[in-house]
């Protein structure tokens, strides 16, 4: 009886401690986190590609009438709800579209809502035509009559397809003419020379094959030609030329500079109070905005460096400065020095990874110190070298502060490399996609011409970056293969 009394029962429980210990919970936070960091990327991206290829897309051409009488032709870009009234009657949301209405001369906008209860008709019809203007963007309407520089009529409303009409702007260097077009009222008419057509198609009359060719001629026009009608249309060119110069002078300058300020730390300097406070100083450099260095840019590089060079070699030339001013030479130096502490930290890591024994191997076969770190240490450190180009290289080209003040400009009037003795032509201005992407992103008056040229520049930067870095790691996994004892 006494032992049953005394007989107790061990319920067993989860090891709660034990659970703690493996560190369970933390490796369920650490994978919600890269889940949560995946998925931010994976939206921005899908918005950026989403956004920005369907821009090139040739949308159809409605024509739309309001119960005021008014008619528009008009490309929808989007749908919304109107925010309800403060009575509180829980009623149907109204709505509204925005259409591209063009005309931007006539109208005196580019874009407007229409709430949908106002619309009495929408149609696509088929002669409705699409004219790329280089001046006031796009105009819609109809064909009336097509002229020669005689003001006499080659063709009239019945010209067969965009295709025939395109031929015909398209000999505008033979043939200096012009054409009429009504608008969606029925009432106004608009005469445009050829000269100032860039393009003309009828999108609602367009095969599947013909609006493929005319997405892809738009997409090659945004990667070969130059912005117009305040970089809200035409291509940017002149940016991608820009930047990718820009982050190779760059990369020029803070590599070797990098690599041998390394080299002095980790092989040469003795360890000391001076050397640490020298390393402080360059991790603390990590630390320092950019719009920092962009004044020091402007002190010393230009006012210092620049105006003693014009004082030097172009006296003949002042007081109009041509080093002494913003240019591409210095605004990629003032990036390097900007990107310059990621390549020493990176750098040195890379050398201490080096194994002792190549080292000691090296030194045991007679080679001096500086035959050791050429032939043992450089070529097992490159991948990490590498590596932090390869961060330099991806900071450098988004950054733009620095750049505003330094030499990048709105409009380039010439490319820092032409045809012109002496070709390359360090001194001058230039665009940059990431300057063009704040530019028109929020310089632009028309915001939501603006938008479409956000996505899309942003896209191609991104994609600039993409291989540039690719081309690096192709590099540093090759020498990793080849150097098996670096580590990175």
């Known amino acids: 009886m006494a032992d049953s009394e005394n007989t107790t029962f061990k319920v067993s429980f989860p090891d709660i401690p034990a659970f703690k210990k493996q560190g369970i919970p933390f490796i369920w936070l ?33 024509l739309i009438q309001t119960k005021s009488g008014e008619s528009f032709f008009g490309i929808f870009q989007q749908h919304e709800s109107i925010p309800e009234s403060s009575s509180g009657q829980k009623e149907k949301a109204p709505t509204r579209s925005l259409f591209q209405i063009g005309g931007r001369d ?87 020379r050829f000269n100032q057509i860039v393009r003309v198609y009828r999108p609602n009359a367009m095969t599947g094959w013909e609006k493929i060719s005319l997405y892809l001629a738009k997409i090659w026009e945004f990667l070969s030609a130059d912005p117009r009608e305040s970089n809200t249309e035409g291509g940017v060119f002149p940016a991608i ?4 110069m820009m982050v190779m002078i760059m990369t020029v300058a803070v590599v070797p500079l990098g690599v041998l300020a390394a080299l002095y730390l980790h092989e040469y300097a003795r360890e000391g109070f001076v050397v640490r406070q020298v390393r402080l100083a360059v991790n603390n450099l990590a630390g320092v905005p950019s719009i920092v260095f962009g004044m020091f840019g402007l002190g010393f590089f230009i006012y210092f460096v ?21 240019g591409i030479l210095w605004a ?61 290289v991806a900071r450098g080209a988004g950054e733009v502060a620095p750049l505003m003040i330094t030499g990048v400009v709105k409009l380039a009037p010439a490319l820092p490399v032409d045809l012109t ?54 590099l540093r996994n090759r020498l990793r293969k080849r150097y098996r004892g670096a580590a990175l």
């Open 30 to 62: 650490t994978g919600m986190a890269l889940a949560v960091v995946i998925l931010m990327i994976a939206g921005m991206i899908t918005l950026v590609l989403v956004k920005g290829l369907t821009h090139f897309w040739p949308a159809d051409l409605w």
């Open 106 to 192: 006539i109208y005196g906008l580019d874009f407007r809502w229409f709430d949908d209860t106002e619309l009495v008709q929408r149609v696509r019809p088929r002669d409705a035509m699409v004219i790329e203007r280089m001046e006031y963007g796009k105009l819609f309407g109809t064909l009336m009559e097509v002229r020669d520089q005689n003001n006499r009529s080659i063709a009239g409303s019945g010209v067969p397809g965009s295709v025939h009409l395109e031929k015909i702007i398209s000999s505008k260097k033979r043939i200096r003419g012009s054409i009429r077009v009504m608008l969606a009222d029925g009432k106004t008419t608009k005469e445009l």
């Open 241 to 244: 030329f820009g930047t990718v």
């Open 306 to 326: 620049g105006a003693g060079i014009d004082r030097l070699f172009f006296s003949a030339r002042l007081p109009t400065p041509t080093f002494g001013t913003g």
């Open 332 to 392: 990629s130096l003032t990036l390097a020095l900007l990107t310059l502490p990621v390549v020493i930290v990176a750098t040195e890591e890379s050398l201490a990874s080096v194994p002792l024994a190549n080292r000691e191997a090296a030194l045991a076969l007679s080679a001096t110190k500086f035959q050791m770190i050429r032939h043992v240490v450089l070529p097992h450190a490159s991948p990490g070298i590498l590596t932090g180009m390869i961060l330099a």
């Open 421 to 474: 003795f002496p070709f390359f032509h360090p001194e001058r201005k230039f665009m940059h996609l990431g300057f063009h992407i704040y530019d028109v992103g929020f310089q632009s008056p028309n915001v939501e011409a603006a938008k479409p040229m956000v996505y899309t520049t942003a896209l191609l930067l991104l994609l600039i970056v993409l291989i540039l870095n690719a081309a690096a790691i192709t």
